[in-house]
């Protein structure tokens, strides 16, 4: 049975091309970044690369790329980094959104526990935030407006451009987690006037572990690892040179390529979810337009997500879903929610992200096992309309 992997928003994999990029840094060029010899400087010098490569694609210069060992971290470090710096002098009033990635919207709440004021805007039925709500929001002490790029499950892209320009003219600062969109689509902090922005290498068929933070030059940010001077001080700890070496050549390589990436994705997407739809009681979440090439999620009524993925993994696809238990809590997601779902029908939630290599038989399989599928769960479901009837 083939594999078919419909999971890429939870993480991609590794580009051939990117490991064998890595290769060297995993034998030969084994020398710590810092050191001032030679195998020292020959890793400096691929890692200068890299930062340059990151850099040029967000629009930053390369001393505003810090990397760190991921998304998670990244996002960590603007929100607690900027809370630090600014908590004490400025205001401690921060803005996000109730539709974020866990490592910002648990960030937020950490800083709410230890006596921060948070202000979690809402969003309307797609997942969007109105750059109106963040402009009203916006107070004397505010220090720090955090909002995604685009969601990373049901896709909906926001309205960062707008957001920026109000974040701008009132002098906050504005943090991106752009995890799911660096790779995938334009991202430029200049044109969108973003301050600080998480990018993550295993999003674009980088390495995992691996990912960085821009902080625009004359930004205000504290670290919050300590223990070296690596990183201009702001992030502590040996350089992961494999992985910042191989996320350099990941984002190259996605640059490169993503034109012709995002018109195949999102013609398998528009079919995926044109077929989906034609099963009875299913409604797509997230934005019918503004929406990230490769996300299809929708609510299968009836019948729970977690059954649906076990059914599919036997099928040989790997999709998720924004339900229980894969995430080790009961409650389905708070995008799902926040975007207005009752609990029945965010627990019959399916997300299949498409990616780079997905193939328009893979799609045509899909439609075909999915149906049968929902239909086998439904029979079983006590709370099937038509069983009901019985
Ligand atoms: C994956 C993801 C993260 C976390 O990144 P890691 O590198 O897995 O720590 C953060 N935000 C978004 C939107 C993501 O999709």
């Not at 490991?19 to 400096?44: C, F, I, W």
């Not at 709410?112 to 750059?131: C, K």
């Not at 068929?205 to 001077?229: D, T």
Request: charged fraction near 25%.
């Amino acid at each position: 049975m083939e594999l078919i992997y419909m999971d890429h928003a939870a993480t991609t994999p590794l580009d051939q091309r990117v490991l064998e990029y890595m290769l060297p840094t995993l034998q030969d060029v084994y020398g710590n970044a810092s050191s001032v010899h030679r195998k020292g400087q020959e890793a400096r010098k691929l890692v200068e690369e890299a930062r340059s490569k990151i850099a040029e694609v967000i629009g930053a210069t390369p001393r505003e790329i810090y990397f760190t060992a991921g998304g998670t971290e990244a996002d960590n470090l603007a929100i607690f980094g900027v809370a630090e710096a600014l908590g004490l002098t400025k205001g401690r009033h921060l803005i996000t959104t109730s539709v974020e990635h866990h490592a910002v919207q648990d960030s937020f709440l950490k800083l709410q526990e230890i006596g921060f004021d948070i202000t979690f805007l809402p969003s309307d039925q797609y997942g969007r935030v109105n750059p109106q709500d963040v402009a009203e929001a916006i107070r004397p002490d505010t220090i720090l407006v955090s909002i995604m790029h685009a969601n990373n499950e049901i896709g909906t892209i926001q309205p960062i451009a707008e957001i920026g320009k109000i974040t701008r003219e009132k002098g906050v600062y504005f943090h991106v987690d752009a995890v799911q969109t660096v790779g995938h689509i334009p991202v430029d902090v200049q044109t969108m006037n973003i301050d600080l922005l998480s990018l993550a290498a295993h999003k674009f068929y980088g390495p995992k572990g691996i990912g960085a933070l821009y902080v625009r030059r004359g930004v205000r940010v504290k670290p919050h690892i300590y223990g070296g001077a690596q990183e201009r001080g702001l992030r502590a700890g040996t350089e992961n040179v494999p992985g910042i070496v191989g996320m350099g050549k990941a984002i190259e390589l996605a640059v490169a390529e993503m034109e012709e990436r995002g018109k195949k994705e999102i013609y398998l997407r528009d079919k995926l979810i044109e077929g989906i739809l034609k099963i009875p009681d299913v409604r797509l979440n997230g934005h019918p337009t503004e929406r990230l090439p490769g996300n299809v999620n929708v609510s299968i009524l009836y019948i729970e997500g977690e059954s649906i993925l076990l059914s599919l993994d036997l099928e040989g696809i790997c999709a998720s879903s924004g339900s229980a238990c894969t995430s080790g809590s009961l409650d389905p997601s708070h995008v799902l929610l926040n975007i207005g779902l009752d609990h029945a029908t965010a627990h019959g939630s399916l997300r299949l992200t498409l990616g780079k290599d997905n193939t328009e038989e893979e799609v045509d399989r899909v439609l075909e096992v999915l149906p049968t599928v929902v239909h086998r769960l439904r029979v079983m479901s006590p709370i099937w309309p038509e069983n009901l009837l019985k």
